[in-house]
T-cell receptor, first 115, second 111 residues
């Protein structure tokens, strides 16, 4: 496996369910990200982990809970979601070098539908 | 506020022709980077081209080139000799402290 892998590709869940999205990067990068992609809206940055420490969460609702157990894995735990949370959730990774020129490598996303 | 605007929700181009996708951004920073990402139907975002704001020379990657106008805060993408595989959503992005994306332009390539 190379690049950034996200599972599952598709997820349908009820508002009372608890599920998790998984992301794994095989690039040796030191930063990982969760983005939310909704139709006709810019990508929304949800969480950033650098060296396994969370550095940004952009006021995301607490029903989204990230976990970064190591530099290669990132999870997004979901519970009591709302229908408006239905979207494509993209994971990305990058090698932070302090220059600001972080080139992100993205996964193929997890399409989430909340019923 | 730092924003990225792509004013063309959809564009189409004849195969082998040239198309230009527009992007403007708003920032108070002097040092930053600009990107164009491509998202094909497979959904995986792929970096197309990158431009450093301190460089006056426009970046070029094979058939892809940019027209970077720093004073106008404009960063357009030109695709030459368009191919069917170029059909995708194209996102303009800006990074200073954080990465900001535009809403995307859907490009259709007509055989």
């Amino acid at each position: 496996e190379t690049g950034v892998t996200q599972t599952p590709r598709h997820l349908v869940m009820g508002m009372t369910n608890k599920k998790s999205l998984k992301c794994e990067q095989h690039l040796g990068h030191n930063a990982m990200y969760w983005y939310k992609q909704s139709a006709k809206k810019p990508l929304e940055l949800m969480f950033v982990y650098s060296l396994e420490e969370r550095v940004e969460n952009n006021s995301v609702p607490s029903r989204f809970s990230p976990e970064c157990p190591n530099s290669s894995h990132l999870f997004l735990h979901l519970h009591t979601l709302q229908p408006e949370d239905s979207a494509l959730y993209l994971c990305a990774s990058s090698q932070e070098e302090g220059t600001g020129a972080n080139v992100l490598t993205f996964g193929a996303g997890s399409r989430l539908t909340v019923l | 506020a730092q924003t990225v605007t792509q004013s063309q929700p959809e564009m189409s181009v004849q195969e082998a022709e040239t198309v230009t996708l527009s992007c403007t951004y708003d920032t108070s920073e002097s040092d930053y980077y600009l990107f164009w990402y491509k998202q094909p139907p497979s959904r995986q975002m792929i970096l197309v081209i990158r431009q450093e704001a301190y460089k006056q020379q426009n970046a070029t990657e094979n058939r892809f080139s940019v027209n970077f106008q720093k004073a106008a805060k404009s960063f357009s993408l030109k695709i030459s000799d368009s191919q069917l595989g170029d059909a995708a959503m194209y996102f303009c992005a800006y990074i200073a402290n954080n990465l900001f994306f535009g809403t995307g332009t859907r490009l259709t390539v007509i055989p």
